[in-house]
Structure formats: C-alpha cells, structure tokens
C-alpha cells in the first residue's frame, strides 16, 4: 500500500528554492526524514524532526539551506530547500527515521542546472 508520496520537485537555476511536499498515509510517523538519492551513489539522509517539529538534524551539506517542517494535522512532512546547487541533484523521497518503513514513495525529481 502507498505510505508516502512525495511532490514539488523540478527543475531549477543554481541559487534557485524549491519546496517538496510529503503526504503520509496511514498510522502516526513520529520521526520523518527527507532523503535523496543521486544516480551511483547511495540513499542519504538529508534532513529530519521530531513530532513536534522543535528537534531537527540536517547535513552537514544542507545546513544553512534546507529546512525540514512538519504539518501533522495533514500528515505532510515539508523540505524548503534554498540555495540550491547542482550537487543537490537527486530523487528526493520521505520516510520514517531511523527505521524506513516499505514501500518507499516514488519520489521527486530535483534538478538544479542552468
């Protein structure tokens, strides 16, 4: 069954922002984390909260320039990300942290070229 599906990705200048959305189908994910995955390399994660939204972790990579949010009464887990540089390049997808729950979304698509 779907659990997450994740939106808002294109493609975008350097320097340009883009916000991905996730929507969580479901029972209550109290951790949630956005993680991306370019092509031959391994998923990672980028970014993830608690709850309550008041406790957050970003990569070293991202910091400064993503933002991770949360909307629990519409179980949507958001990813402001500004900034961006080609290295961010990637599928983007949502899950559970630190135990991914399958199947995951299908992701989004991030493209930062000029």
């Known amino acids: 069954q779907v659990q997450f599906v994740e939106s808002g990705g294109g493609l975008v200048q350097p320097g340009g922002s883009l916000r991905l959305s996730c929507v969580a189908s479901?029972?209550?994910?109290?951790?949630m984390a956005w993680f991306r995955q370019s092509p031959g390399k391994e998923r990672e994660r980028v970014a993830s909260?608690?709850?309550?939204?008041?406790?957050?972790w970003y990569a070293e990579s991202v910091k400064g320039r993503f933002t991770i949010s949360r909307d629990n009464a519409k179980n949507t887990v958001y990813l402001r990300m500004d900034s961006l540089k080609p290295e961010d390049t990637a599928v983007y997808y949502c899950?559970?942290?630190?135990?991914?729950?399958?199947?995951w979304g299908q992701g989004t698509q991030v493209i930062v070229s000029s």
């Open positions: 479901g029972r209550p994910r109290y951790f």
């Open positions: 899950n559970e942290f630190p135990s991914p729950s399958d199947p």
């Open positions: 909260t608690n709850w309550a939204g008041d406790s957050t």
